[in-house]
């Protein structure tokens, strides 16, 4: 599904320049569900950026199928995540000023989805907060935002599922909790790739990349 | 649809900062109102009258024929005026002047629907100007129909039956030409016969006009709809009288014939010409009206950058949201086409506020201003300038967010912090 051809990723700030990924090669099956690891500054985000379309690498190829993705432009970039990515972050990316339900609304709203509300009425289900659909983000606990943030992901509906650090923020118990819902979803059939800190977490995933310094270990 | 439902969602959840907008909106355009209005008006004073009177503001002006004298001056002021009419200098010389009189009710029914400026009834009299023949000509006078000024003839026995002519404002269109009112008095009767109507929008200038233009009003013209002018060429005497130079001649050369004739009959004439009455009283209120104007010059300029820089700092603060938004699957088009929209419906808002307070000032603080100025000033030339600053707001906000989103990535939208 996803193919990556030394991949490189340049970092220019005033002169400085930070080699975050030097030289990636990479693939990864459809249906998997992959953890990637690695300290601190090795590039972990960087790389999923890149993968989700949210970023274009500096050098190498990227294929997403046989489509050559680090050729696009950010016009193709923008419907190629919005047919294929859905993301969730550390700390949520939640709108803040926009509900529970209007947050995870929002993907379907550019999608044109007919019986909206029934698919995010779902999808909060599914993450057991549907009774928080008129609530505020602001007013959830961390676990309650990023399962927020999973409906979202789930009611965009897309093959691929993207999380950095998803249980980052979350306690040991939560975090866990966190990673059946993704589980859940993974079942569902689709595709997921999430970075993490935590062995635990690491533990349950079918495959690890280990990611040291811009560069896969293997 | 789309961008509109975003645009909408997006003002809900911003939505103390879009009413402050709004009004920051609204008290810009009623800033540049106010501003337009001084500027349109500073000039008011003069260019009505300049328009409306024959000769022009500056070559019209009052004699003041003194009054301390007894019967037989009176006389001789009665012959100096006939006598400088009739020089080439001079091109009107004459009186008016407003009185209440009753001679029919027909005519009083009519003027009792009118209850702004001087031609108001008051009980069972209503209001006449009764104005001299030679001095129709002050200002310029349109005829919707009946018969010019100069063909009148008058009758020149006194006595039993005087003639006298009548023009009436449009408001008394109904009323044939040729109708005779009657009006009896101990021993003597006046025959009014209505010599034309004038046409719509006729206007003339104030009789307070010879007493003062003072620093509080501004409009010296007054509305002639339910006018009615008395028409003679009676001899009597009176010591204002208006006074324009003919075409080749300056007010001050009739002024100077004047002079010379009063002479001639020991009368006393003191003058004064409407540009020196404007200097002397309204100057002050000009100047005031100028300098608003020049502010005007700084305010749109002002306005202008301020509802710019507030556009662009309240994109600033939500630049998270748009990187969200992009992460979702938005494409800087529709996040452009949301900021557009929401823009509009601020600049629709801002209209909409401000519109009532405009005319709230208008009737509390500009009550004294000529109502074609209220009404056209704000809508014909504020408000295609308000218009043009929204839209040059509303075009420059789009183009920086199309740059903002084209130039950082969604990850940087976003802010990192992974
Ligand atoms: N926008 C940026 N500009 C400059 N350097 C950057 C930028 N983003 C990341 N970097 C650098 O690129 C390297 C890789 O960063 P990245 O965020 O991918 O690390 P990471 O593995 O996700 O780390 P963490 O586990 O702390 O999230 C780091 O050295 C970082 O300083
Ligand atoms: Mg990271």
């Known amino acids: 599904m996803i193919r990556l051809e030394d991949i490189k990723k340049d970092y220019v700030n005033n002169k400085n320049c930070t080699h975050a990924l030097r030289g990636v090669d990479l693939h990864i099956r459809e249906g998997s569900f992959t953890g990637i ?46 047919k294929n990515i859905s993301f969730v972050f550390q700390n ?23 019986n909206k509300k029934k698919i995010v009425m779902d999808c909060l289900e599914q993450m057991g907060i549907a009774d928080m659909a008129k ?25 691929l599922l993207l999380a950095d650090e998803p249980t980052g923020a979350l306690d040991q118990k939560t975090g866990a909790d966190i990673i059946d819902c993704f589980k859940a979803v993974h079942k569902s059939g689709k595709t997921v790739i999430l970075i993490t800190h935590d062995m635990n977490v690491a533990a349950r995933c079918e495959e690890i990349i280990k990611i040291e310094d811009g560069l896969i270990q293997l | 649809m789309l961008h509109l439902r975003l645009a909408i969602d997006n003002i809900f959840s911003q939505f103390k900062r879009f009413l402050i907008s709004v009004i920051i909106i609204a008290v810009s355009i009623i800033t540049l109102v106010c501003t337009v209005l001084a500027y349109e008006l500073q000039g008011y004073a003069y260019d009505s009258c300049d328009e409306l009177l024959a000769q022009g503001f500056e ?7 003194d009054d301390e004298t007894e019967h037989e001056i009176e006389d001789a002021g009665t012959c100096f005026w006939e006598d400088a009419s009739t020089r080439k200098e001079i091109a009107s010389l004459g009186c008016m002047s407003t009185y209440l009189f009753r001679f029919s009710d027909e005519l009083l029914n009519i003027q009792g629907e009118n209850d702004e400026g ?66 009896e008095g101990a021993g003597y009767s006046f025959v009014y016969t209505v010599a034309g109507i004038l046409e719509e929008g006729q206007r003339w200038v104030s009789p307070n006009l010879s007493i003062e233009m003072n620093s509080t009003s501004i409009d010296y013209t007054i509305d002639c709809t339910y006018g009615i002018f008395c028409v003679d060429n009676l001899q009597y005497f009176t010591n204002e009288l208006w006074i324009s130079a003919s075409d080749e001649y300056s007010i001050d050369e009739a002024v100077e014939v004047c002079l010379e004739v009063a002479d ?25 009206l100028s300098y608003l104007a020049e502010v005007f010059v700084i305010i749109v300029p002002a306005v202008l950058l301020m509802l710019i820089a507030m556009q662009i700092v309240s994109m600033l603060f939500e ?26 419906i601020m600049a629709l808002m801002g209209l909409v506020i401000a519109a009532p307070v405009i005319v709230w000032i208008e009737k509390s603080f500009m009550k004294e201003a000529p109502a074609p100025i209220l009404a056209e000033v704000p809508c014909l030339v504020a408000l295609p300038i308000a218009v043009v600053i929204l839209l040059v707001v509303i075009f ?3 183009i920086v967010s199309i740059i903002m989103l084209k130039r950082y990535t969604p990850v940087e939208l976003m802010g990192k912090r992974n």
Request: charge should be negative; aromatic fraction near 10%.
């Open chain 2, 319 to 344: 630049l998270n949201t748009y990187g969200i938004m992009c992460s979702m699957g938005f494409g800087t088009k529709d996040i452009s086409i949301m900021i557009m929209i929401k823009n509009i």
């Open chain 2, 264 to 288: 001639k009959y020991g009368v006393t004439v003191r003058y004064t010409t409407l540009t020196e009455l404007y200097e002397t009283s309204c100057m002050e209120n000009v100047q005031i």
């Open chain 2, 396 to 398: 420059l906000t789009t």
């Open chain 1, 92 to 114: 949520f990316a939640l709108m803040n000023r926009y509900s529970v339900y209007e947050n995870v609304e929002m993907p379907l709203l550019i999608r044109k989805v007919k």
């Open chain 1, 37 to 82: 690891i690695g300290t601190s500054g090795s590039g972990k985000s960087t790389l999923l950026n890149i993968i989700g379309g949210m970023d274009t690498p500096t050098e190498g190829k990227y294929y997403f199928y046989d489509e050559l993705i680090s050729d696009y432009n950010s016009e193709k970039l923008q419907k190629f995540r919005k």
């Open chain 2, 118 to 183: 001087i031609f108001i009834t008051n009980g069972d009299e209503f209001t006449v100007m009764t104005i001299d023949a030679r001095s129709l000509n002050l200002c310029n006078m349109e005829l919707s129909k009946g018969i010019e000024p100069e063909e009148l003839e008058f009758s020149r026995e006194s006595g039993e039956n005087i003639h006298r002519y009548i023009y009436l404002g449009s408001a008394y269109e109904s009323i044939p030409i040729g109708t005779e009112y009657i009006m």
């Open chain 2, 59 to 65: 070559k019209t002006g009052v004699l003041y024929v």
């Open chain 1, 135 to 159: 609530k505020y983000p602001t007013q959830l606990s961390g676990g309650q935002q990023q399962r927020c943030a999973i409906a979202r992901a789930l009611a965009a509906d897309t093959p």
